[in-house]
Nanobody
Framework: QVQLVESGGGLVQPGGSLRLSCAASGFDIDYYAIGWFRQAPGKEREGVSC????????YYADSVKDRFTISRDSAKNTVYLQMDSLKPEDAAVYYC??????????????????WGQGTQVTVSS
């Protein structure tokens, strides 16, 4: 069964850190580009970071550049998103997904891409 399961969300104070995990099963992440997306209430879903498969290129949204770090652990078939210096505006449900194409400005997903169920990140004092 193909599955992506996010974990690691929670409540953190502004300036704090969280590490999100995206554990894949039923397929090998090394054959896929993987992206992190987020959606806050009343807002559209936005791409946060993307790790391309072909050349390992990494992309970040301007709003998280220099604060978030995406990484892969092939042995664990897991992708991580380290989030530092969190701000209240980072609060959202975070999703990981396989991605058809990562670019510097947008990440393209197709109907047959896999999505996780999401993990809530709350940034509040």
């Amino acid at each position: 069964q193909v599955q992506l399961v996010e974990s690691g969300g929670g409540l953190v104070q502004p300036g704090g850190s969280l590490r999100l995990s995206c554990a894949a099963s039923g397929f090998d992440i090394d054959y896929y580009a993987i992206g992190w997306f987020r959606q806050a209430p009343g807002k559209e879903r936005e791409g946060v970071s993307c790790h391309a498969r072909s050349d390992g290129s990494i992309y970040y949204a301007d709003s998280v550049k220099d604060r978030f770090t995406i990484s892969r652990d092939s042995a664990k078939n897991t992708v991580y998103l380290q989030m530092d210096s969190l701000k209240p505006e980072d609060a959202a449900v975070y999703y990981c997904a396989t991605v058809f194409l990562c670019t510097n400005t947008y990440y393209v997903t197709k109907p047959d891409d896999y999505w996780g169920q999401g993990t809530q990140v709350t940034v509040s004092s």
